[in-house]
């Protein structure tokens, strides 16, 4: 196969974006048919149909749209580079990547950060910041792609090197109606009567729960999967189970969305 140009993939990401080729085209300024014969070059160098056209316009095909989600990571990628190259010869010193857990995130950590962003010795240094799982955190740290990750200590650092930064309390969020409510200190196992609300399997949340109820023979019964703490905080304010959080981070939501129980473990 041939090398794919950047002007290709950037006038592929329009069509599916505006799901037409001709106004695609009036906002790159080139002839509809330009495009319809690079993509169809492109097609043909990879050996697979990208687009279904009707009438209407354009849709991605299931190779399409595998290649319109690499090819946004190729041109996010370029426009970085540039990015940075430009910054350095306007004086940056340098650039730390970061990535974080969800939880880390939702705490002081971004605080933290631009309190060392503002100190004058430091306003030549770009902070790259990236929200990931625990598990993919540590991946991306062991690829290089990210220079520090901020997690739980229960994923598997093997290789990497590791320093405290802050420690957590957990803590169980309720809606004020909830049994669990009125209880300022309960034990992990009297949870498990409920239902929870939870992040992903492949967080390392998840993960410690899952052990902690396994040693007490026990399993969590997950009626929400959400994606962030912000909504495991907002699905136990509407009352569809209870989470497990952060205390720091908890003290902000209950206030916010009106739950009434924090109760610590």
């Known amino acids: 196969m041939h090398d794919i140009d950047i002007k290709t993939l950037r006038l592929f990401v329009a069509v ?11 906002e790159a300024h080139i002839e509809p048919s330009a495009i319809s014969k690079r993509i169809a070059q492109l097609e043909s160098e990879l050996g697979v149909p990208l687009l279904s056209r009707s009438r209407r316009g354009v849709d991605p095909m299931p190779a399409g749209l595998a290649l319109l989600e690499h090819a946004r990571a190729v041109l996010f990628t370029m426009e970085r580079m540039e990015s940075d190259v430009a910054a350095l010869g306007a004086g940056l010193r340098g ?13 002081s950590l971004l605080d933290d950060i631009a309190s060392f962003m503002r100190e004058p010795e430091n306003r030549n240094i770009r902070v790259d910041i990236e929200e990931r799982m625990s598990t993919d955190l540590v991946r991306q740290v062991h690829e290089g ?59 390392s949340v998840h993960t410690m729960l899952r052990r902690a109820a396994a040693n007490v023979g026990k399993t969590i019964t997950y009626r929400v999967i959400v994606s962030n703490l912000d909504a495991t905080f907002r699905v136990a304010a509407a009352g569809l189970g209870i989470s497990v959080v952060p205390v720091e981070v908890g003290r902000t939501y209950r206030r916010a969305l009106g739950l009434r129980s924090l109760s610590e473990f």
Not at 95 to 107: G, W, Y
């Open 16 to 26: 599916c974006d505006h799901r037409n080729i001709a106004r695609a085209a009036q």
């Open 145 to 203: 792609t990210s220079a520090i990750g901020v997690c739980w200590d229960n994923v598997d650092r093997s290789g990497l090197q590791a320093q405290l930064y802050r420690r957590d309390r957990l803590a169980i969020a309720a809606h004020r109606a909830h049994p669990l409510a009125s209880k300022r200190s309960i034990d992990f196992e009297q949870t498990l009567e409920y239902d929870h609300v939870g992040l992903p399997p492949n967080s």
């Open 95 to 107: 650039r730390v990547s970061i990535c974080a857990s969800p939880s880390a995130m939702a705490e």
